[in-house]
């Protein structure tokens, strides 16, 4: 069974700092990878996938994530914050051939400071 | 080209009603997947259809819920005398589906459901 673990459920920076959002999987078979963004009242919006391609993958709004396999993980980056990247976002599993039936992580909400 | 349609937007139920929540997947798309998210939760995959097919429907409480994708129309999910505990975010998301391969999944903005 496959399973995503996001560390922190709020996550607090200072416009232009740096943003580091967690996520480690489990998952039996090499799992494809996403990042998605939830802003308040709205659905989700894909960030970014990994797909067994590039392990450094680069998403929209200046997001990447580095697919480490060693260590099971899949954290969000993003070199300077902004104001309007206040949001909920999810990391999700999905097994290859599994469609696109994604399991995902419990969500991280991204603050960012003035 | 319309994205993933879900309405209503907004629904409300007194506990013992029927609750209908519809989505219309982006067009072209032939696989649309319901997920619920509960309050302050991630999202929890509820079923995976096609047209006329249940292809898993492994989230899906026993009781209840269903989902059907006919052939005309949009997926509907039915949930059958509501109790508070279903009250939720549920979200519909579309796909085309090449094997061998994972497509991105759109998604709507959600029917948010309020039992009272």
């Known amino acids: 069974a496959q399973s995503v673990t996001q560390l922190g459920s709020h996550v607090s920076v200072s416009e232009g700092a740096l943003v580091l959002l967690r996520c480690n999987y489990s998952?039996?078979?090499?799992?494809?990878l996403f990042w998605y963004v939830q802003y308040p009242n709205q659905g989700l919006q894909l960030l970014l996938k990994?797909?067994?391609?590039?392990?450094l993958v680069k998403g929209i709004n200046g997001f990447e994530a580095e697919f480490k396999k060693s260590e099971t993980s899949f954290h969000l980056t993003k070199p300077s914050a902004h104001m309007s990247d206040a949001a909920e976002y999810f990391c999700a599993v999905s097994d290859q051939g599994a469609g696109n039936m994604l399991t995902f992580g419990g969500g991280t909400r991204l603050m960012v400071k003035p | 080209n319309a994205g993933v349609m879900q309405n209503p937007r907004h629904l409300v139920r007194r506990r013992g009603q029927e609750a209908r929540l519809r989505c219309s997947p982006m067009k072209g798309h032939s696989h649309v997947y319901w997920y619920r998210q509960l309050p302050e939760e991630g999202l929890k995959f509820m079923v995976y259809?096609?047209?006329?097919?249940?292809?898993?429907e492994s989230g899906m409480p026993k009781e209840r819920f269903s989902a059907e994708f006919p052939k005309e129309g949009p997926s509907i999910l039915r949930i059958q005398q509501v109790v508070r505990g279903d009250s939720a975010a549920y979200f519909c998301?579309?796909?085309?589906?090449?094997?061998?391969?994972?497509?991105?999944?759109?998604f709507g903005q959600g029917t948010r459901l309020t039992v009272v």
């Open positions: 998952s039996s078979v090499p799992p494809y």
């Open positions: 990994y797909t067994s391609a590039a392990t």
């Open positions: 998301a579309s796909s085309t589906f090449m094997t061998g391969s994972n497509t991105e999944a759109f």
């Open positions: 259809l096609q047209k006329e097919n249940i292809i898993d």
